[in-house]
Each structure stands twice: as structure tokens, then as C-alpha cells.
């Protein structure tokens, strides 16, 4: 087991469970050096270009954003773009959008974008729609992110058709059937999970 660096002196850090901490560190309130739940008014600009910011998680419940929210939330994936940040937020993001039909155009430039976290996002943002899912749309959306080899959006397609293939499934091996030269393999495996050995039959025909 490696073991700690150890100091020449040591002080105590005035906290019970800390205990005692190299002499020339110093204990400083997180409150100082990050600002902590802000209101929605203070999600802005400046705080997406901080070196330490927390998003106000009371406002990403669902149905409590609204439309003039989305282009900060679209900082804050660009600012923070990695999986584990990004993945929240598609379900946000579609919730949104079904409330606000203008979002379709949105989501078709997101998906047509160079940041692949946004074209992730728009992937995915209509799952668990079931029968609201706008299939003309997602279709659009996924035909214009085929023939890569970006793992995170081939998965990412997987995904979206799986989630679908749960609400209809002879429409998702249409859809397989119709881009199988442009669709990868790690997309076919992802999206054809749940699929009936009757439709993958007609679906290989």
C-alpha cells in the first residue's frame, strides 16, 4: 500500500475528523473559493469561465427550466463537456424541448455541431418519450451523426434506438436495416439488444 508524503511539522487543522495537517497548508471555508447553489440569476457567463462552479440543481428538476434557460445550460456543456457531466442533461434538454416545439431546429443544429457532447445531447434528448418521440426528428437527427467512428456518438445512437425499440420496434429495425452501411457495429449491437429474433429476422432479410 503506497504510503502519504510526510511533512517536517505538522499543525492541528481545528477539525475533529481532519485532525492534523502539514504545517503550511491552510484551511479555507469551500464557501471563499466557489460559490455554492447559486440563484438562477448567477448562473451566467462569468460563473461557466470559474475554475470551481456548481450548477443550482433545484432548477434541473424536471419541468422547471424554460426556454431562455437552455443557452446557458449550452455553455455549461461546452465549458464542462465530458460524459459524466454531459449525460444529465439530455433528459433536461428534451423535456424542454417538448415543451417548446422551437427547439427541433435547435437540436438539428446541436446535432450537426463540432462539439460532439452537443450532438450527444440531441441524440438522446428524446428518450422515454415512448409514443411522444417526434420520429421524423430523431431519424434527422441520427442520420446526420452515421459514419463516424466517435465512440461516444456511436454509442450514443445505440442508445437512443434501444430506448426506442422498447415503444416500436419494426421502426427501429427499418431504421437499421435502411443505414446499416453507415451505422457501426458498436450502434447495430446497442440498438438491436431488445429486439424479437422474429424482427431481426426480417430485419437481415
Not at 4 to 9: C, G, L, N, P, T
Not at 56 to 79: A, Y
Not at 125 to 132: G, L, V
Not at 144 to 163: P, V, Y
Request: aromatic residues 12%; charged residues 30%; proline residues 3%.
Amino acid at each position: 500500500m503506497a504510503k502519504y508524503e510526510q511533512y517536517d511539522e505538522y499543525k492541528d487543522s481545528g477539525i475533529e475528523w481532519l485532525g492534523e495537517i502539514p504545517n503550511h497548508w491552510e484551511v479555507v471555508p469551500i464557501k471563499h473559493l466557489a460559490i455554492l447553489n447559486p440563484k438562477k440569476s448567477t448562473l451566467s457567463q462569468d460563473l461557466m469561465s470559474d475554475e470551481c462552479s456548481f450548477v443550482p440543481m433545484e432548477k434541473l428538476k424536471f419541468n422547471s427550466l424554460v426556454l431562455d434557460d437552455v443557452p446557458k445550460i449550452k455553455v455549461l456543456i461546452q465549458k464542462k463537456s465530458w460524459w459524466d457531466t454531459v449525460d444529465g442533461f439530455h433528459r433536461i434538454i428534451g423535456e424542454v424541448a417538448l415543451k417548446y416545439p422551437v427547439m427541433d431546429n435547435m437540436m438539428i443544429q446541436w446535432s450537426l455541431d463540432e462539439n460532439l457532447w452537443l450532438r450527444r445531447i440531441a441524440i438522446n434528448h428524446q428518450m422515454f418519450r415512448k409514443e411522444k418521440t417526434k420520429v421524423e426528428l430523431f431519424e434527422e437527427i441520427l442520420s446526420n451523426n452515421l459514419g463516424g467512428d466517435e465512440f461516444f456518438i456511436n454509442k450514443a445512437i445505440g442508445w437512443a434506438l434501444r430506448d426506442y425499440s422498447k415503444t416500436n420496434p419494426a421502426w427501429v429495425a427499418g431504421f437499421i436495416r435502411k443505414y446499416r452501411d453507415k451505422l457501426s457495429k458498436l450502434s447495430i449491437k446497442e440498438g438491436s439488444k431488445y429486439l424479437s429474433i422474429e424482427i431481426l429476422k426480417l430485419m437481415n432479410e
